[in-house]
């Protein structure tokens, strides 16, 4: 790869190098998700109709001088969106055996077809997009490729695996209460979190199987914070927007970090130095409201869960199960509470931004969730710091530890008001090399 470009560009020169190299790149990434140590990237893989796609993209974009953004890069797709002719199973063994294959593609895959992608297949992920870890009980638990002795966290398990193995350059997830930010943080790779209003709305999620409507997101993993705006312009029509300067951010400080890790302490603070060096000015903000985003996420997500999944518990794991039934056992009267506690939470939110252009804080207070081990204290951790951008709608973009000299599994979020997606994504494009 040459070091002034990014994947994604590197990419499209070696493509465009010759009339068979598009052939042979797919061929390479086929074989790559193939030899998987783990066998849990994908719930299906699309190993053979990958090449064959390869064959025929020159005819569906002849004008090679003006082909689409994505053209010939070889994506994954988490396995709660439709592609035609597949089973959407929300790695589900229940719901691999009861839906029908999807009659049409979900728009996202649409999206992504449109866009000259080639998709590598769909990807495993925790079992109805209900988890953090990437443990599955129907599918198995999705490993990472770079360590086997490591869970991906999830909800979007394979996908993070098939951008961290090489089987995928990019992959498509959902984010919810973080199921983009913790996989991309503990895999060591760039996130995207579109702001919720970005990706809702019958449209943009048709095709696609909800965890909870009220915070479910799309997103995106990837490897080099570069390629951001161009992905989020050719899936999302994201304005690509110039690197902003002067920026205010806001940090979380101590009292909320009391959890963290020691190396993603270490992480966090070079992240800070780094945006220092970059013009942007950091002040601290008050999280004390923070520390109840669990308490209000939570039986929203298991109220809507519960009434998608009705009737179909007891086919699904027994941690989900359980959280299922929780859900189903809330009245109206308490659900009404919490939404109101979700109102003013926004508020309260939205008066940051009126401070600062981004907010940042670490993805996740962990650096690795090992296997085989309970994670329950984990998932618990991981949702105080995951769920305040989710009840808040906010885009998010996570960067790398590993970018500044940090351990694998260490990252930030940075976080930006609602719809402020374009200027977001531009500032973390310009964190990608030094200043």
Not at 16 to 27: C, F, R
Not at 147 to 166: K, M, P
Not at 187 to 198: D, K, T
Not at 346 to 358: C, I, K, N, P
Request: with cysteine; glycine share 8%; proline share 6%.
């Amino acid at each position: 790869m040459t070091a002034d470009l990014t994947p994604i560009q590197s990419l499209r020169r070696e493509i465009a190098s010759s009339p068979d190299a598009l052939v042979a790149i797919e061929t390479r990434f086929a074989a790559i998700a193939n030899s998987n140590a783990s066998h849990n990237t994908y719930v299906l893989s699309y190993s053979i109709e990958s090449p064959r796609r390869a064959e025929h993209l020159p005819n569906l974009f002849p004008d090679s001088q003006n082909r689409p953004p994505l053209y010939g890069i070889p994506i994954s797709i988490k396995d709660c969106f439709d592609v035609a002719g597949s089973v959407t199973s929300c790695a589900s063994r229940f719901y691999a055996e009861v839906n029908p294959p999807a009659a049409k593609n979900s728009w996202v895959a649409q999206r992504l077809l449109d866009a000259g992608a080639i998709l590598t297949g769909k990807t495993h992920l925790h079992q109805l997009a209900y988890g953090v870890t990437g443990e599955n009980a129907d599918y198995g638990d999705c490993v990472q490729p770079r360590d086997a002795a490591l869970l991906t966290g999830g909800s979007s398990s394979g996908a993070a695996a098939s951008v961290q193995e090489g089987s995928a350059l990019v992959a498509i997830g959902t984010d919810t209460g973080g199921s983009v930010r913790v996989p991309s943080t503990l895999c060591g790779l760039a996130g995207y979190r579109a702001s919720l209003a970005v990706s809702r709305g019958e449209e943009r999620w048709a095709g696609g199987y909800h965890l909870a409507q009220t915070f479910d997101t799309i997103g995106i993993l990837f490897q080099d914070l570069r390629d951001a705006p161009a992905l989020a312009n050719a899936i999302f029509d994201i304005a690509l927007n110039p690197h902003p300067t002067k920026v205010r951010i806001g940090f979380t400080g101590n009292e909320f970090l009391h959890d963290c890790e020691p190396q993603v302490r270490n992480a966090y603070e070079a992240w800070k130095q780094r945006l220092t060096q970059h013009g942007a000015t950091l002040s601290p903000f008050d999280t004390t409201f923070w520390n109840e985003g669990p308490q209000i996420y939570s039986p929203i997500v298991a109220g809507e869960a519960a009434a998608i999944h009705l009737g179909h518990f007891q086919h699904f794991e027994p941690a989900i199960a359980e959280r299922l039934a929780l859900g189903a056992s809330i009245t109206a009267a308490e659900l009404a509470n919490v939404r109101n506690r979700l109102e003013q939470f926004r508020l309260q939110t939205s008066a940051l931004f009126g401070q600062f252009d981004f907010l940042i804080a670490p993805s996740i207070p962990v650096s690795k969730l090992l296997t085989g081990r309970d994670h329950t204290e984990s998932r618990k951790a991981i949702l105080r710091y995951t769920t305040p951008a989710s009840l808040a709608g906010l885009p998010a973009v996570t960067l790398p530890g590993e970018l500044i000299g940090g351990a694998l599994g260490t990252g930030v979020q940075l976080l930006a008001a609602p719809m402020h997606d374009a200027p977001l994504l531009a500032f973390a494009s310009g964190l990608a090399a030094n200043p």
